[in-house]
């Protein structure tokens, strides 16, 4: 697709305001006052030409519709010119300039006022640079790279998942900047950190933090030998993560082994595809979800809750001190729904801490009423293991230091950058 002759300026990619594959439900996040724009390319609908969309917030006030907010155009391209309505212009960079100088209405009385240049988090690929292959994700390949910071030129190691447009549908694009718009929320130290998306061109690229153990499912398996003090250093880790991500409040929906990271000795959750924002979720009963690592609940009505986390919180730790066996071995997954719904519990290992047993235990309850918070379970294993290991203090403290830091760079990052709004996106 070509921005047409814009020779002097170049191509629309180059231009701030141009966001590329951003989807509609990051437009609304985006754009904050009346009259800012930007410029992007639709979502890729069977058979259809892409074409490049004009969107504008506008009538906020005094519409209370939020879908009312901003208003999307196609831009029509034909004879060499492009147009929404009245004008054509050779270029969408003169169709912009011409609106913005007269303040001539695109359509009713819509004004391009402002236009809005890409965030910190929408990345240039020419700063990503891919050096080796990782893993194979839902979306394709993720590999091992450098990211090089647009500000003070910074270079950091990051992990990079791919995604070709042409080889994805459309649920599959929206699930993979659904991921990303649900990332951009957190930090703290036991959640895979973001650092953004690359989305003017393809492959899509979603960019996070390294961590160097790779998958902790795999990092368990490659290494059998781990003490009982190191699980429980990990199960602690993980009770962290999830505590953070309940307080904000979302679901993870997919808390298993396979989907934490492991680096620099410390758990990482990971994998937000299935994350929905909330307190509670009904699933399509129709989708194939996992059953090895679903509640009763979930199992019966696919009801997601806070609680269903913890008990797949449970099945992880239970992982973890099985080295990265799958649960239920030995089980078809027909039959772990069925003794599960009977009452059947997975043994834990016989030289585990008996307060530990039963905290995990009452994850997996069969009520969930009966199933602790994850605040709840990260403080009752910090006193269980306190007590067998003194030194878990000091991990708690480097962990709220951590987590303090981490904090503090948000903050003044987003000082330098726009004050983001405190609206949150429907259907994350
Ligand atoms: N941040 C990371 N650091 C190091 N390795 C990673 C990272 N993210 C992913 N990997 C590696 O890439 C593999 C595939 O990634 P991942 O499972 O997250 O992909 P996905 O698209 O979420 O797929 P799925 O939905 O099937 O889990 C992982 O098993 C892991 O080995």
């Known amino acids: 697709m070509s921005s047409g002759s814009s020779l002097q300026r170049g191509p629309i990619e180059k231009e701030s305001y141009y966001h590329g594959f951003l989807p509609r439900e990051d437009v ?110 839902a979306f394709g390949e993720v590999m091992m790279g450098k990211l090089k910071f647009r500000k003070g030129g910074k270079t950091v190691n990051v992990a990079i998942k791919q995604a070709k447009l042409s080889n994805l549908t459309k649920d599959q694009i929206k699930e993979f900047m659904g991921e990303a718009r649900v990332m951009r929320q957190f930090n703290h130290p036991h959640v895979v950190r973001f650092y953004g998306v690359a989305a003017t061109t393809e492959p899509l690229y979603m960019v996070m933090e390294l961590a160097s153990n790779g998958a902790l499912d795999s990092y368990l398996k490659k290494n059998p030998d781990l003490s009982l ?22 679901i993870h929906r997919d808390i298993a082994a396979r989907n934490c990271l492991y680096g620099d000795n410390r758990v990482k959750i990971s994998d937000f595809g299935l994350t929905r924002h909330g307190v509670s979720y009904q699933a399509d009963p129709n989708k194939k979800a996992p059953i090895r690592w679903l509640a009763t609940e979930v199992i019966r009505q696919r009801i997601f809750s806070l609680k269903t986390d913890v008990w797949a919180y449970a099945v992880m730790s239970w992982e973890i001190y099985n080295n990265g066996v799958e649960p239920y071995p030995g089980m078809m997954v027909a039959e772990v729904a069925q003794r599960v719904i009977g009452g059947y519990r997975m043994d834990l290992p016989v030289d585990l801490h008996p307060e530990i047993k039963n905290l995990i235990g009452k994850c997996w309850a069969e009520n969930e009423h009966e199933r602790p918070s994850m605040a709840d379970v990260s403080s009752e294993l910090q006193r269980i293991t306190l007590i067998q290991r003194p030194d878990f203090a000091s991990l708690e403290a480097q962990m709220k230091k951590e987590l303090m830091m981490m904090n503090n760079s948000h903050k003044s990052h987003n000082r330098k950058s726009k004050p983001s709004k405190a609206r949150m996106p429907k259907g994350m």
Not at 62 to 88: G, L, R, T
Not at 231 to 248: D, P, R, S, T, V
């Open 28 to 137: 609304k996040t985006v754009l904050k006052s009346n009259g800012e724009f930007l410029i992007r390319i639709s979502e890729p609908r069977k058979g259809e030409p892409r074409s490049f969309i004009l969107s504008v917030m506008h009538n906020i006030p005094p519409s209370v519709d939020e879908e009312a907010w901003v208003k999307h155009f196609v831009i029509k391209f034909q004879d060499n010119k492009f147009y929404i309505e009245k004008n054509a212009f050779p270029t969408i960079q003169e169709m912009v300039d011409y609106h913005l100088r007269t303040k001539d209405s695109v359509r009713d009385d819509v004004c391009l006022l402002k236009s809005l240049p890409r965030q910190t988090w929408e990345l240039d690929h020419e700063n990503i640079e891919i050096v080796r292959k990782l893993g194979e994700g």
């Open 229 to 250: 003090d190191k699980k429980n250093e990990m199960i602690l880790q993980a009770a962290w993560g999830l505590e953070y991500l309940h307080g904000k409040p979302v």
